[in-house]
């Protein structure tokens, strides 16, 4: 069964630092990758994805993720962190099996931005 | 605003109960997802739906049950709600079924247990 795997359940850093979230996953196939935030009381708002081709993605907001085969990993970043950055992180990994369209995803990592 | 729309955004009610949540998926969107959001599993996916038809099962109790009518919204019942039922939940949607499109979500409603 596929699995997402996010280590870092909280991440602190200074406004203006470079920023990188850790995502691993597990799954049978090519991955369909996702990256969606979640501000408090809101939905969640996807960042980017990954399907096939050019391994570095770029998404809304300044961040991008790169796709990383051999490791199992599609980690997001972003080289200058806004304060309004600071919000919950998920990755995801779309299982296609069956004609569904089904997200599983990881325990989601908590930013916090220090000014 | 991802365009898909939920009501009630809060729900307050007592063990026992039956409640049923609402979602409008974005304009033209024919696939519709429900997910459970809560402390102690985080983000579950339920189940889904296309074009009316189920499409995907996942962890979705049997005391739970959804549907999407002609009109593409979409409802999700629970009944016999327990405390353990009180958590977040999300309505996504996206263009077609399958191959890995892009999921829009809700801001969800947060059902309340007492």
């Known amino acids: 069964a596929q699995s997402v795997t996010q280590p870092d359940i909280h991440i602190t850093v200074s406004e203006g630092a470079s920023l990188e979230l850790r995502c691993n996953y597990s799954y049978g196939a090519t991955p369909y990758l996702f990256w969606y935030v979640q501000s408090p009381g809101q939905g969640l708002q996807l960042l980017l994805k990954y399907f096939s081709g050019d391994t570095l993605v770029q998404g809304i907001k300044g961040f991008e993720a790169e796709f990383k085969r051999s490791q199992s990993s599609f980690n997001l970043r972003k080289p200058s962190v806004h304060w309004s950055d600071a919000a919950e992180y998920f990755c995801?990994?779309?299982?296609?099996?069956?004609?569904?369209?089904?997200?599983?995803f990881g325990t989601g990592t908590q930013l916090k931005v220090e000014l | 605003d991802s365009g898909v729309t939920q009501t009630p955004k809060h729900l307050i009610t007592a063990t026992g109960q039956r409640v049923t949540l609402r979602c409008s998926p974005r304009s033209g969107d024919l696939s519709v997802y429900w997910y459970q959001q809560s402390l102690d599993q985080g983000l579950q996916f339920l189940i889904q739906y296309y074009n009316g038809e189920e499409r995907a099962k996942g962890n979705i109790l049997e005391r739970f049950s959804a549907q999407q009518f002609p009109d593409l919204h979409s409802e999700l019942n629970l009944s016999s709600l327990e405390l353990g039922d009180s958590a977040l939940y999300f309505c996504a949607s996206s263009s077609a079924a399958g191959a890995g499109q892009p999921q829009h979500f809700g801001d969800g409603t947060r059902l309340s247990i007492l």
């Open positions: 995801a990994v779309g299982d296609i099996t069956g004609g569904g369209n089904k997200l599983t």
